[in-house]
């Protein structure tokens, strides 16, 4: 496979994937992933850290649970190089506690043989923490 056929076919996987964030389709969701495939969110909030193929399974509905109607995740930029892409984004949804929640985000897509194997995802913490996450922080954050 040629270089630009390769970085299209990345592209059209990360369009997939946000198709599925968009409806909420947590089985597509968590195929995109290679068996050792993994998430990793920047910070230090209560959903910040490393989660398996396993965990995302495990969570995947509860984070949809908390849009009742949804979150759109709407792509701005995106760039491809080999099995890496780069994206802009950002995030509108009604969360379960009343509030608007809205994000910015640049997401690193690596792939090996068409699956995710890394996903890392770096936003605006406070915004997680304050709506996401009701205000609470992990034990010990900023100390």
């Not at 509108?92 to 792939?111: E, V």
């Amino acid at each position: 496979m040629s270089a630009s056929t390769l970085e299209a076919a990345n592209k059209a996987r990360v369009e997939a994937f946000f198709d599925a964030m968009n409806r909420g389709d947590t089985v597509a969701i968590v195929d995109a992933y290679d068996d050792d495939g993994h998430v990793w969110t920047t910070g230090n909030t209560l959903i910040s850290g490393k989660f398996s193929k396993e965990q995302i399974r495990a969570a995947a509905g509860a984070i949809f649970q908390s849009f009742p109607q949804g979150i759109r995740f709407t792509i701005t930029g995106m760039t491809a190089e080999g099995e890496r892409v780069a994206v802009e984004a950002e995030s509108r949804g009604a969360h379960a506690s009343g509030k608007t929640y809205t994000n910015q985000y640049h997401f690193l897509f690596i792939f090996r043989n068409g699956k995710l194997l890394e996903l890392r995802e770096y936003m605006d913490t406070e915004r997680v923490t304050d709506i996401l996450c009701g205000g609470q922080r992990p034990a010990g954050a900023g100390q």
